[in-house]
Structures are given as C-alpha cells and as structure tokens.
T-cell receptor, first 119, second 107 residues
Framework: QITLKESGPTLVKPTQTLTLTCTFS??????????VGWIRQPPGKALEWLAL???????RYSPSLKSRLTITKDTSKNQVVLTMTNLDPVDTATYYC???????????WGQGTLITVSS | DIQMTQSPSSVSASIGDRVTITCRAS??????LAWYQQKPGKAPKLLIY???SLQSGVPSRFSGSGSGTDFTLTISSLQPEDFATYYC?????????FGQGTRLEIK
C-alpha cells in the first residue's frame, strides 16, 4: 500500500521560508521511473504544480516559482523536502505531495497540509 | 507553457445521467493527459491517464478520449459518489499544468 504524508508548519509569516516534508511508504525513490512531486491549491481555486524530483535526482520546477523553490530527497528516509523562500499571503494554500510512477501522472497523493501565510 | 481549458466550469446533472467534460490544450499534447476527481476537503484521485487508460480500481462508467488538443471525460451513468470537481492535467512537457476544474453538481 502506497501512502504519502505532508508535514510542516501550519502558519508562516510573510518573507519567511517554508520547509515541507513528504514522508512516504510503499515505494522506493531509487526505483527507475519513480518521482515525487508537489502541487498546491489555494482555497477554492485550482491545482498548481510546483516541483518534481525523480529517482535519478533529476529536478524540475515551475518556471514562475523556480527562484524560490528547492526540492531534495533522502532515499534512506523515504522523504522528499520542498523549501519555498520569501513567503507571501498569496502562497496560502493546501500543499500536496504525490507519487509519479512512470510518466508524469500523479498516481497517489498525500492528504495535503494547509499552509497559511499571515503576520 | 501549455494552457489547459476545461468546459463547462460547472454542470448540474441527475443520478443516472450521462455527463461529458471537455479539456482543450493550447497546443498539441498527443495523448499525454490525465483526469482527476477531487471531493471537498480531499486530495485529488487519478481516474484516467494517457487520455483513455482507466486507473486501477476506477469504475468502468468513467472513460476518456481524445488526442492532440481536444479531450473528453465521460461518466456514463452518474452515481451519487461522482459529484465532485474534475481536473485535467497535461503531462506532455514542463511545466506540468492543470485545467481550472469542472464542478459537477446534483440537479
């Protein structure tokens, strides 16, 4: 059974840095073709892809957020970490991590974590 | 970036109805398209990938078609649990992009 779970602070102040951790089980990020991505969803709005890391450490970022994002993996801990700098209230959203198993479709998702950016 | 446009933005239908949702890509994406279902307060769930392949465990009343720029998701006979918001996503190239969503409501 594949599970993913996001963790991190629920409230962040403007200009601060957000660090989110995705802890997963049921698959290995050292298996060829596997990846983990981050997607966010502001309240009442659509899904927005943020970043993706593959088994071979290839990393992809949304161009509009690339300067603010860093994605890393720790295969031994079954974790993927997303760092976002210089937070703004518009970054308030539910942040999801999701597995990619061959091709860039998000097969399994975490439950999501709501991040509020406010002073 | 490839823009994904869904229509309609919302639709009302009754149990047993056949419903079709459309997704149009701003440029050709071959069959690199997925459909997701999202219920309130829950994570999206993959329904269809590669435009027409049914994800394991998804009921056969869901089907997808299309290639190039125009795609459809069809629910052949609506069930109570199908009322949700549906998103398309292109997997052809980076950045990965989603449609704006189609809300399926009970009439």
């Amino acid at each position: 059974q594949i599970t993913l779970k996001e963790s991190g602070p629920t409230l962040v102040k403007p200009t601060q840095t957000l660090t989110l951790t995705c802890t997963f089980s049921g698959f290995s990020l050292s298996t060829s073709g596997v990846g983990v991505g981050w997607i966010r969803q502001p309240p009442g709005k659509a899904l927005e892809w943020l970043a993706l890391i593959y088994w071979d450490d290839d990393k992809r970022y949304s161009p509009s957020l690339k300067s603010r994002l860093t994605i890393t993996k720790d295969t031994s801990k079954n974790q993927v970490v997303l760092t976002m700098t210089n937070l703004d209230p518009v970054d308030t959203a539910t942040y999801y991590c999701a597995q990619i198993l061959n091709w860039n479709y998000f097969d399994s998702w975490g439950q999501g974590t709501l991040i509020t950016v406010s002073s | 970036d490839i823009q994904m446009t869904q229509s309609p933005s919302s639709v009302s239908a009754s149990i047993g109805d056949r419903v079709t949702i459309t997704c149009r890509a701003s440029q050709g994406i071959s069959s690199w398209l997925a459909w997701y279902q999202q219920k309130p307060g829950k994570a999206p769930k993959l329904l269809i990938y590669a435009a027409s392949s049914l994800q394991s465990g998804v009921p056969s009343r869901f089907s997808g078609s299309g290639s190039g720029t125009d795609f459809t998701l069809t629910i052949s006979s609506l069930q109570p649990e199908d009322f949700a918001t549906y998103y398309c996503q292109q997997a052809n190239s980076f950045p990965i992009t989603f449609g704006q969503g189609t809300r399926l409501e009970i009439k």
